[in-house]
């Protein structure tokens, strides 16, 4: 199985900063990579697949990068609505998993 | 306009069974992979299992091997998930989301919630 390691656990931020969310996988998942913005009462939002490309619909201050074993989210200048909990997932590899989670809280 | 609308959740005594579903519409069900995914209380995002197009193919995670099974009616646009020997550890949202491409999901459904306790 491949375990994906999100860091760190919660991020405070004040809003218009930037904020840098990492995600690393136990072994190489090529650039199969997504990441969710999750609210509470909310379903998970797709933010990045394919480890860089928005989904439809996404800011653009909503970045990502990386590939292998390493990978980043990039959120510039905050949003109020940008305040939430994000999880990466890989799909390279069965099983499916995904990261324990970034909260991204107000400072 | 996608929609996925859960239902069967509740509360089950541990042992018990309970068959959850899904309601797809506002796109072609039939060409699209299906998933189930869960969040317990407090955790984080967990993939139970997905089945193929046509449901030949299905996977489940170990922790739902062998207890649950996962199946689809094209005919009706709907997923479901028969559950099995359920356990404590079960408890949780279930969720139905469908791929956007291989398998990063780009919807999913609210969930219904699952509770087993005596």
């Known amino acids: 199985e491949v375990v994906m390691t999100q860091s760190p656990a919660a991020l405070s931020v004040f809003p218009g900063e930037s904020a840098t969310l990492s995600c690393r996988a136990s072994?190489?998942?090529?650039?199969?990579l997504a990441w969710y913005q999750h609210k509470p009462g909310q379903a998970p939002r797709l933010l990045i697949y394919g480890a860089y490309i928005r989904a439809a619909g996404i800011p653009a201050r909503f970045s990502g990068s990386g590939s292998g074993t390493e990978f980043t989210l990039t959120i510039s200048s905050l949003q109020s609505e940008d305040f939430a909990l994000y999880y990466c997932?890989?799909?390279?590899?069965?099983?499916?998993?995904f990261g324990g989670g970034t909260k991204v809280e107000i400072k | 306009e996608v929609q996925l609308v859960e239902s069967g959740g509740g509360l089950v005594q541990p042992g018990g069974s309970l068959r959850l579903s899904c309601a797809a519409s506002?796109?072609?069900?039939?060409?699209?992979?299906m998933t189930w995914v869960r969040q317990a209380p407090g955790k984080g995002l967990e993939w139970v299992s997905t089945i193929s197009t046509g449901g030949g193919s299905t996977y489940y995670a170990d922790s739902v091997k062998g207890r649950f099974t996962i199946s689809r009616d094209n005919s009706r646009n709907t997923l479901f998930l028969q559950m099995h020997s359920l356990r404590a550890e079960d408890t949780a949202v279930y969720s139905c989301?469908?791929?956007?491409?291989?398998?990063?999901?780009?919807?999913w459904g609210q969930g219904t919630m699952v509770t087993v306790s005596s």
């Open positions: 989301a469908k791929p956007l491409r291989s398998n990063a999901f780009d919807f």
């Open positions: 072994q190489r998942v090529s650039s199969n």
């Open positions: 997932q890989q799909y390279n590899n069965w099983p499916l998993t």
């Open positions: 506002g796109f072609t069900f039939s060409v699209y992979a």
